[in-house]
């Protein structure tokens, strides 16, 4: 779920750009493609990124395991299967969502104002979920595996919104400190709700700013430390430990890790290794935390460990 709303919000990054681009410019939609690191499955079944194409792509197609209409799917599903431990409200929330985006003809897009609405729709119907999960789910384990997921969904995708900066074809033009580069900024704000924060703790919108906000802000919800912050509180307290004390396994040292780097950094160090660079490593080792989690809890080994253990007390109590 939190995959659909920050998919709807990378449209929303070139829809507010292009509201405000001089009429000599082209929009540009590779980059989110890029960014995303969808770019390789869509050149398999397009041949151009234009406009038309990359929305279909990310927002309808069911080739594309990422793209809204996908994920919600695999959402519905999820919640279908474990229906008895979910409140009744959670699951009206994603089965009506999922009937509506279903129910959606890609043909329907005839102008922007239209499609704008209904990425609108989108995130709102997305808030509503999380509204509806957090104010009738109670706070036990499986509600801090979804909290967990979601701040780690959403740190990843806050590094790659940054990054839409990087792979735009603008900065390649000698723009960079231009008043054209300044509205691609100000779409990166807009598109993950931050712009009115952002304002009302900085006065100039300045690119070494916009990224600390986005990276290093304690308090924005959306921001990269806050994120990572909100997920290790949750992973811990799945296994029952306190941050304070130290990690009890891999998945908590290597999150830990992440969060303590987050805390002893600059946006002056981030600039100096270089932006693209520092969200390009913090994304694989965001991955690697996913990995560890999965292993951890999930994967095939722990179970078999876990039966093994059993099955050598079983031994020991019964000789």
Not at 303 to 309: C, E, G, P, T
């Amino acid at each position: 779920m939190e995959r659909v709303e920050n998919y709807a919000r990378f449209v929303g990054v070139n829809f507010n750009l292009a509201l405000d681009l001089p009429p000599d410019v082209d929009e540009q939609w590779e980059p989110l493609l890029i960014a995303t690191a969808d770019h390789f499955l869509f050149y398999k079944y397009y041949d151009k990124p234009t406009k038309e194409d990359v929305i279909h792509f990310m927002t309808f197609d069911k080739r594309n395991p990422n793209s809204i209409i996908s994920c919600l799917y695999e959402a519905r599903e999820n919640a279908r299967t474990i229906r008895e431990t979910i409140s009744k409200e959670m699951w009206e929330s994603i089965n009506t969502f999922y009937l509506t985006i279903r129910g959606t003809s890609p043909d329907d897009f005839r102008n922007m104002d239209h499609m704008q609405s209904y990425f609108t729709d989108i995130r709102k119907n997305c808030q509503l979920f999380h509204g509806v999960v957090d104010s009738s789910i109670t706070r036990n384990e499986a509600w801090h595996f979804g909290r967990l997921g979601r701040h780690i969904e959403r740190a990843d995708k806050c590094s790659r919104f940054l990054d839409v900066k990087y792979f735009t074809l603008l900065q390649d033009s000698g723009t960079s400190g231009s008043t054209l580069d300044l509205m691609l900024w100000t779409a990166v704000l807009k598109s993950v709700s931050a712009y009115n924060m952002y304002r009302q703790t900085h006065r100039a919108l300045t690119p070494m700013n916009i990224v600390a906000f986005l990276i290093l802000d304690k308090l924005f919800p959306r921001s990269i430390a806050y994120c990572v912050r909100q997920a290790e509180l949750s992973l811990y307290a799945i296994a029952g430990s306190i941050p304070e004390r130290g990690y009890t396994n891999p998945a908590e040292r290597a999150l830990s890790k992440i969060r303590s780097e987050l805390e002893f950094t600059d946006v002056e160090d981030v600039f100096k290794m270089g932006l693209h660079e520092y969200l390009d490593k913090f994304q694989i080792k965001n991955n690697e935390v996913d990995n560890k989690i999965f292993d951890m809890y999930f994967g095939l080994e722990t179970a078999q460990s876990q039966s093994q253990s059993l099955g050598h007390f079983k031994s020991q109590w019964m000789n």
